[in-house]
């Protein structure tokens, strides 16, 4: 008898305590099974908007699907709510692998007034947002590498700007002599720029119609 006792309590001693994202969803009332289908449509839809809204990066749909039913479609929900907020000043916009609001632009101008606020990358030069084409196009490149591109040195004021906005990061050595480190762009480039992946890029040639690319 002691010894079945004892065994219990070892058992329950060592038994993994769960995290506070594990008790935050499992307190989370996911199928809403008390509510009639369409009810229980709209709640989910509202809280995928509410996940979004908290958002300051891109939401994954693996995200999104910790707060809905099981059985839920998460494309269909964000389709749903993308129409809910037709006429709204912001959207729901696919970036990054994720989804996340964005203020729509024609309203940009109203916000710039407001609050003297601008994109990101408005406040780079014709010559910066040309490195950084030719970066997302050729990474991962040297400084040496976009030398060649553009004919002349790539100043470190220039990538230093870049990295600020966390536009590029490191990417790795390249295999010439001193290993030098390469560029990459980031996330935030994705983010930036309204793109789902690097494989929405623009036409190359049309980028080279523009001077942006050699």
Do not use: C
């Not at 996911?30 to 809280?47: A, G, Q, S, T, V």
């Not at 729901?92 to 990101?120: E, H, S």
């Not at 230093?160 to 560029?183: K, V």
Request: charged share 30%.
């Amino acid at each position: 008898m002691d010894s079945e006792s004892g065994n219990r309590t070892q058992s329950s001693d060592t038994r993994p305590e769960k995290t506070s994202k594990d008790r935050s969803e499992s307190e989370l009332d996911r199928e809403l099974e008390d509510l009639p289908p369409n009810l229980r449509w709209r709640e989910w839809m509202r809280r995928s908007e509410a996940v979004l809204f908290a958002s300051a990066s891109p939401v994954s749909r693996e995200d999104l699907a910790r707060v809905v039913g099981q059985g839920a479609s998460v494309d269909l929900l964000v389709e749903d709510l993308t129409a809910d907020l037709e006429g709204r000043a912001f959207e729901v916009v696919k970036v990054a692998g994720g989804w996340m609001f964005r203020t729509r632009t024609a309203y940009a101008p109203a916000i710039r007034a407001a609050a003297d606020l601008g994109d990101q990358v408005l406040d780079l030069n014709e010559f910066d947002v040309a490195v950084l084409a030719a970066i997302a196009y050729h990474q991962p490149i040297t400084r040496d590498g976009l030398k060649d591109i553009f004919g002349k040195e790539i100043s470190r004021d220039l990538i230093g700007r870049l990295h600020m906005r966390d536009l590029i990061g490191t990417g790795p050595r390249s295999p010439r002599r001193g290993a030098p480190y390469t560029f990459v762009t980031t996330e935030q480039f994705l983010v930036a720029f309204g793109l789902e992946s690097l494989r929405d890029l623009p036409d190359g040639e049309q980028l080279q119609d523009a001077g942006f690319l050699t």
